[in-house]
């Protein structure tokens, strides 16, 4: 099946920092999903985002299906972007499967 | 508030004895799955369902059953809990294949 890599697996932030987050996929993808894990275990959608760019106040993605990637971007960080980034997609069964997380702490 | 709900909050079971987690979803979402999360790890599928009276297996679905007798409601049944089921659960859905999917507020299991 399709392998879904994220990096960096850890990152950490001094508040107001921006940083880039990335999954490398084996194949392309039809289907791309970013999810915020907060520290309550809580998974929020961020971005459902197949293709082309998307901005929602300080975080975009990008992803690129024909060049298998997709980028996250968080600017001026703030402590509450604490958790784990997950990127998910469609694999060859059409199943939702997800890479392995950044994990992301942000120091005030 | 439209949206996943699962219950319980949290559990814990005695190695041996039946469970059901339970996930309800008020979107009609045709497709519904079962992932579990163990500590540092990523999620993984256990069982999936595409539309109401389907299921089938993912990647992790030794040891669970579940079954989709309508749209809404989708229980994973532990049969015989074994310590290595203690996990967070989640429940999603989706309307379709490529669609967004959503997410319960998990289920954290500890069989003892």
């Known amino acids: 099946g399709i392998q879904v890599e994220q990096s960096p697996p850890d990152l950490i932030l001094q508040e107001g920092a921006n940083s880039t987050l990335r999954c490398n996929f084996s194949d392309s993808v039809n289907n791309l999903q970013w999810f915020h894990q907060n520290p309550w275990g809580q998974l929020i959608n961020l971005f459902y985002i197949p293709s082309g760019t998307k901005q929602n106040g300080r975080l975009s993605a990008t992803t690129v299906a024909t060049e298998r990637y997709s980028l996250l971007y968080i600017s001026s960080s703030q402590t509450t972007d604490s958790g784990v980034y997950f990127c998910a997609h469609n694999n060859a069964g059409n199943m939702l499967t997800f890479g392995g997380g950044t994990r992301l702490m942000v120091k005030p | 508030i439209a949206g996943i709900t699962q219950a319980p909050t949290s559990q814990i079971l005695a190695a041996g004895r039946r469970m059901t987690l339970r996930c309800t979803q008020d979107?009609?979402?045709?497709?519904m799955y079962w992932y579990r999360q163990d500590l540092g790890l990523g999620l993984r599928l256990i069982h999936y369902s595409n539309t109401a009276g389907t299921t089938g297996k993912g990647e992790v679905p030794d040891g669970y059953s579940v079954s989709r007798a309508n749209t809404d409601d989708f229980p994973l049944t532990l049969a015989s809990a074994v310590p290595s089921q203690t996990s967070v659960y989640f429940c999603?859905?989706?309307?379709?294949?490529?669609?967004?999917?959503?997410f319960g507020q998990g289920t954290r299991l500890t069989v003892v």
């Open positions: 999603a859905s989706r309307q379709g294949l490529n669609t967004e999917a959503f």
């Open positions: 979107m009609r979402h045709n497709a």
